[in-house]
Nanobody, 126 residues
Framework: VQLQASGGGLVQAGGSLRLSCAASGRTRSFYNMAWFRQAPGKVRECAAVINWNGVGTYYVDSVKGRSTISRDNAKNTVYLQMNNLKPDDTAVYYC????????????????????WGQGTLVTVSS
C-alpha cells in the first residue's frame, strides 16, 4: 500500500487548508485512516482518525472543533479539513493506514498503523 499526501502549504492564522491522502494497493477489509502530525521539536501525535465505515472519529483536543476528518472509500482517500488554523498547527502532517476490526475500533498509537505517507508541511503564520 502506498500513500500520497497533498494539500499542505503556507497559510495565515485563521485560514483553512484541506489535506488529502490517497491510498493505492491492496488494503484490508477494515482499516482506519489517520492523520498524525509532528511539530518542530515535538514528538509526533495523532491528530485525527476515522474508522473504516466513517462513523467513528477521533480528534486530539487541540484540533477538536476546528477540523473534520472524512474518507471516500471508493477512492481510498482520506481528507482533513482544518479551519481557523493557528500557529501551533504548524507541523508536518502524515497520513497513515492501519487495520481495525469489524466494529471499527479507533487506535491513536503509531504502532497500530502499517503504512505511512511521506508527509506534507503545514505552516501557519501569525
Amino acid at each position: 500500500v502506498q500513500l500520497q499526501a497533498s494539500g499542505g502549504g503556507l497559510v495565515q492564522a485563521g485560514g483553512s487548508l484541506r489535506l488529502s491522502c490517497a491510498a493505492s494497493g491492496r488494503t484490508r477489509s477494515f482499516y482506519n485512516m489517520a492523520w498524525f502530525r509532528q511539530a518542530p521539536g515535538k514528538v509526533r501525535e495523532c491528530a485525527a482518525v476515522i474508522n473504516w465505515n466513517g462513523v467513528g472519529t477521533y480528534y486530539v483536543d487541540s484540533v477538536k472543533g476546528r477540523s473534520t476528518i472524512s474518507r471516500d472509500n471508493a477512492k481510498n482517500t482520506v481528507y482533513l479539513q482544518m479551519n481557523n488554523l493557528k500557529p501551533d498547527d504548524t507541523a508536518v502532517y502524515y497520513c497513515a493506514v492501519g487495520p481495525t476490526d469489524s466494529i471499527g475500533t479507533i487506535y491513536i498509537t503509531e504502532s497500530r498503523y502499517d503504512y505511512w505517507g511521506q508527509g506534507t508541511l503545514v505552516t501557519v503564520s501569525s
